[in-house]
């Protein structure tokens, strides 16, 4: 169907107050991309000592760093 036979007829429009409470990204996963990375024994260990997810531990915290930077530009 192309978009011109769509009938938005009943959606309201969104007003400022609506794009106010808008939450960017909260459904964003960006693409993940293989690397191989050399890290210090004990950085390692330490990020293991939770168990699984340790990779995505480590992501998390090197994203929240470059967020914090990018916040400070």
């Known amino acids: ?5 769509i009938d938005t007829s009943d959606i309201p429009e ?4 609506m794009w106010g409470r808008a939450v960017r ?5 960006p693409v993940k991309q293989a ?3 050399r890290l210090d024994a004990d950085v390692i260990a330490w ?3 939770d168990g699984q997810g340790y990779q ?4 998390k915290m090197l994203r ?3 967020l914090k930077d990018l916040e400070g530009r």
């Open 64 to 66: 929240e760093r470059m």
């Open 25 to 29: 990204g909260r459904f964003y996963r």
């Open 14 to 17: 969104w007003t400022d107050e």
């Open 56 to 59: 995505t531990r480590a992501n």
């Open 35 to 37: 690397v191989s990375l």
């Open 1 to 5: 169907m192309p978009d011109s036979a």
């Open 47 to 49: 990020l293991k000592k």
